[in-house]
């Protein structure tokens, strides 16, 4: 039995008792204690309402408008006092946005031009006692440069602003797309467009500036292992066999300078190809089939030769500076993959891996 069934409800008078002596203690109590017991207690008390219980408007006003003294007014968290900050206080090396997304404009080798949509991740370093950024900064430095500037002078140009306005040391920026190329079939005379995705980064710490482009090659391996067994089972026992080959991706990073000769996104794809020729096909009949196992054929390759040959042509190109070559063989024959990383210069040397690396090795097509 609750304690409503053991007394009788109070009337009115006895309601209007109880409020007149929940009034006399409201007048004379702690706002904090009156919050303990019911933050509604407030709202009886004309002028004493507490933050946590305001009586608020429910409508939108389309017509309010922000007046410098309004928006003075404001409250901001991020540009706060040290004392707010939480946790270690200590320096943020990247913090920022990820995959803010807007059209940009690129140069293209042959003098033309083309607009992409950018995904744009951009961060700066944080003082150990400051609370935190303004990240709008960072889009609006980008809209402000973005309509009039090609791909590289938007981004120098936002670092520069974002690094002024924000009073970091580092800036770093990276814009990714997925750049078309038409590419011809291997012997039926068709083509189609290929689509490669790249990132742009500039990095800028302690006053260095470095360019890097990223470009991800998606190709075909045909195991030399594999290769040579087949081969052997046709030679010996006039067995069938076809060796197996995969669909493999190598993430090529390159620091370069267009101040000087530029390197132009052809540039480093054909570097490429010309490393690694089996590039998966757009475009394909039966002779371009037929002509593509033969091209596997005429260029087996193992994880660690591919990261070799793509190094040999990057070496050979004196507008690249310092590289990475990350590959990744998605293996027919295994349940698991073949990887290789090699690195030139100090840029790219690290001590440890994303444990994700290899695993954003993949055409999505």
């Not at 270690?88 to 990247?94: G, Y």
Request: hydrophobic content about 40%; glycine content about 4%; proline content about 5%.
């Amino acid at each position: 039995m609750n304690r409503i069934d053991k007394i009788d409800a109070p009337d009115l008078a006895e309601a209007k008792d109880a409020l007149e002596t929940l009034r006399a203690w409201a007048e004379t109590a702690d706002p904090v204690e009156i919050a303990a017991l019911d933050p509604a207690i407030a709202r009886l008390l004309p002028g004493r309402a507490v933050g946590n219980y305001p009586d608020l408007k429910r409508e939108y006003d389309p017509a309010f408008s922000v007046d410098p003294a309004y928006k003075a007014s404001l409250p901001d968290l991020q540009n706060g006092p040290a004392s707010l900050i939480v946790g270690a206080k200590t320096r943020i090396e990247h913090v920022g946005i990820s995959n803010f997304r807007l059209p940009i404009r690129y140069r293209l080798k042959d003098g033309g031009e083309i607009t992409l949509e950018t995904s744009v991740t951009g961060t700066v370093s944080l003082e150990a006692e400051k609370k935190g950024i303004n990240m709008s900064r960072i889009m609006r430095s980008f809209y402000a440069h973005a309509e009039r500037d090609f791909s590289s002078e938007v981004m120098r140009h936002a670092v520069d602003d974002y690094k002024d306005h924000l009073e970091s040391f580092d800036a770093r920026l990276q814009m990714r797309f997925s750049f078309p190329m038409r590419v011809a079939s291997l012997r039926s005379g068709l083509s189609g467009w290929q689509y490669y995705d790249i990132a742009l980064e500039q990095v800028d710490v302690s006053g260095e500036r470095k360019k890097i482009t990223h470009l991800d090659y998606v190709y075909s391996s045909t195991c030399p292992c594999s290769l040579e067994l087949s081969e052997h089972a046709r030679q010996t026992r006039s067995q069938l066999a076809t060796p197996h080959s995969q669909r493999s991706v190598a993430r090529i990073s390159v620091v370069s300078d267009c101040d000087g000769q530029c390197l132009w996104f052809e540039d480093l794809i054909e570097i490429a190809r010309r490393a690694v020729p089996t590039e998966t096909q757009v475009m394909v009949k039966r002779e371009d089939e037929q002509a593509f196992a033969e091209l596997n054929a005429a260029n087996p390759i193992f994880v660690e030769d591919a990261v070799r040959a793509f190094a040999a042509g990057l070496l050979a190109d004196p507008r690249v500076g310092d590289f990475r070559v990350v590959a990744s063989h998605q293996e027919s024959l295994h349940s698991h993959d073949a990887v290789a990383v090699l690195t030139e210069g100090e840029t790219f040397a690290s001590a440890s891996l994303d444990p994700r690396l290899f695993a954003s090795l993949i055409h999505h097509g």
